[in-house]
């Protein structure tokens, strides 16, 4: 088992070289650089000495095969470089928002989960019930509706009831709980939603499939409770997709916060990727890359060692 | 088609609605009651009416006109850049399944490599690199910005498809009859991939059109004044929350209804066609 956890991180290894290379000349391919978009992006006259000057200080006149040296020995030894718009190391860009967005992918997490085992379970248990239309329409409309719009429509919601917005200004968790939740809630819900119409699709059709088999049969037959056949017997097995299911969307979930943490106006990570982006801000989008790469990468690999655990059937030498 | 509706009434029910859909969009400027684009300054932030029956924006333009030629927008990049992610993604997997060894290796290094985003990321770096190149009036590299992170997902699966095309026999033959591999490829096994290729194609297009509202709502994708749908709950939609919220409210909904449809429409689409995945 450990063998087979350090061989797999292992693996990782030459995707994420990969991944490193890929971003680095794909952005480099760009015709204009951050300079530009610095100096001259609100349409002033700017000398051409002073946007050379301001390459030379950057770095950006270096050969690239230099410039390439340089991104992947920073990279070997955990440095980032700095970001070329505002000077600050990008380290310190990214950690200063992380906080801001981990709590709302945990907390999304946490809604979908809650919200969606118990959803897929009771859908399967009464097929082709009302409540099973239901949970089957409520969770196709989850996969069709775009969070950063569900977002404005809570938005929209909390204005016309309460004449109330949440708080635009970030307060950590530990220092005031009531005035983070009630920042943090509303953009965890946006994005929890879809999360929690995947898992529950998941587990509903997973549950389905594990009561046909004949240990759920035999159970019955030999009289255990239907609680227990479905508490210790069928749900036990049908969850295991589940995970993987969680595991994979959480490491997505930057992904749906791009555009939601744009919505509520969260200075988090999805907002600096976008301003990186619009900035042609290299450093800053080759370090946010790696990391988003990394993070998915190592999750994926959780949810397989999570897996081995759960499921004794599946050891690996 | 009678047979699919038959056996597939949710399906049945979602190619109407793409139907409406496309038919709105190509005639739009028969259908919509109002020029898209026609400045009103005395009906600004107008409520739903008869005159208006979704209201209009903060410049006074009609929002039912502008969701239906939006239609136009999110169906064309939608089924574009579906059809060339699926495309190119279905050639990767076939060739990878096909020639296998050093190729396979290669091709599936490069899918875990783009794997390893969210798309919307994907397609954010992607836009970054390739800027705008307005062909008529839709950005080509928008397409190929949405198109991009498809193809890591359609080869994965038909990869997995064409490893068991590639074991049959009259592959054998084919080979030992001494075509040529791209003969095989699009003449022996192309017609036995075109179930999963299908699928995805139609699945895809559900979430291409999500990440252009996505990409056009942060400002990277579709620019004013086209109407798309995702521009439309972008820039003064979000100042007028309070005031309008149906400039909100459809444009939303359309986005909803389009990627529901062809999601259900891909659901339909893989039952009836591959009946091992039914649950």
């Not at chain 1, 009630?182 to 998941?202: D, F, H, K, T």
């Not at chain 2, 209009?56 to 992610?85: E, K, P, Q, W």
């Not at chain 2, 439309?232 to 209804?257: H, K, Q, R, T, V």
Request: glycine share 8%; with cysteine.
């Amino acid at each position: 088992m450990l063998r087979y956890a350090v061989q797999r991180l292992l693996l990782t290894v030459p995707t994420l070289i990969g991944v490193a290379v890929l971003v680095f000349f794909v952005l480099r391919v760009v015709p204009g650089d951050v300079v530009e978009v610095k100096l001259r992006g609100d349409g002033g006259a700017v000398a051409q000495e002073t946007i050379e000057a301001e390459r030379k200080r950057l770095g950006l006149d270096r050969p690239l095969a230099r410039q390439f040296v340089d991104w992947m020995v920073g990279l070997a030894t955990l440095d980032l470089g700095t970001s070329m718009w505002t000077d600050r190391p990008v380290i310190d860009e990214i950690a200063t928002r992380l906080e801001l967005s981990l709590q709302v992918a945990i907390m999304a997490t946490l809604v979908a989960v809650l919200i969606a085992i118990p959803m897929g379970t009771a859908a399967a248990l009464l097929r082709d019930t009302w409540i099973d239309y239901v949970v089957r329409i409520v969770t196709i409309a989850g996969l069709a509706v775009p969070s950063f719009w569900l977002g404005m429509l809570i938005m929209i919601g909390l204005l016309t009831a309460f004449s109330w917005l949440p708080p635009i200004t970030f307060t950590p968790l530990w220092k005031d709980p009531a005035a983070n939740l009630a920042q943090l809630i509303w953009p965890a819900m946006a994005v929890g939603y879809r999360y929690a119409a995947v898992v529950a699709r998941l587990v509903r059709s997973s549950l389905l499939e594990v009561l046909n088999e004949d240990y759920i049969r035999t159970a019955r037959a030999k009289g255990v409770m239907e609680r227990l056949v479905v508490g210790r017997h069928a749900l036990r097995n049908a969850l295991l997709p589940a995970i993987t299911v969680i595991g994979l969307e959480f490491a997505f979930l930057i992904g749906g916060l791009v555009v939601t943490e744009q919505v509520f106006n969260l200075n988090g990570i999805g907002k600096l990727f976008v301003q990186s982006v619009s900035r042609n801000d290299f450093t800053l989008i080759q370090g946010m890359v790696m990391l988003i790469a990394s993070f998915y990468v190592l999750v994926n690999l959780a949810v397989d060692m999570l897996y081995a655990v759960f499921d004794p059937r599946i050891r690996y030498r | 088609m009678i047979a699919f509706c038959r056996a597939q009434p949710l399906g049945a029910v979602s190619l109407a609605v793409i139907l409406v859909m496309m038919l709105g969009g190509v005639f739009a400027p028969w259908v919509a009651p109002y020029d898209p684009l026609a400045i009103d300054f005395a009906a600004v932030l107008a409520r739903p009416s008869w005159a208006h029956w979704f209201g209009t924006d903060g410049y006074g333009r009609d929002i039912l006109s502008r969701v239906i030629h939006g239609a136009r927008t999110a169906l064309v990049i939608g089924f574009v850049s579906s059809f060339l992610g699926s495309s190119v993604g279905a050639l990767l997997g076939a060739a990878s399944a096909y020639f296998g060894g050093k190729i396979d290796d290669a091709i599936q290094r490069l899918v875990d490599i783009l794997l390893a985003f969210p798309i919307i990321v994907l397609a954010l770096v992607v836009v970054a690199v390739l800027g705008k190149a307005v062909v008529l009036w839709i950005d080509a590299n928008l397409i190929v910005a949405i198109a991009i992170p498809i193809v890591p997902k359609v080869a994965r699966v038909v990869r997995a498809a064409a490893l068991s095309v590639r074991a049959m026999p009259y592959i054998d033959a084919a080979r030992a009859g001494g075509y040529s591999h791209l003969r095989i490829i699009f003449r022996h096994m192309a017609p036995n991939l075109a179930a999963p290729y299908l699928i995805m194609l139609t699945a895809y297009i559900a979430q291409a059109i999500l990440l252009e509202a996505s990409l056009s709502f942060l400002g990277l994708g579709v620019s004013e004044p086209t109407p798309a749908w995702g521009l439309m709950l972008s820039g003064n939609a979000a100042d007028f929350y309070g005031e309008a919220p149906w400039m909100i409210i459809f444009p939303g909904l359309a986005i909803s209804l389009a990627v529901f449809a062809f999601n259900l429409a891909g659901d339909a689409l893989r039952d009836w066609l591959d009946p091992k995945f039914k649950t």
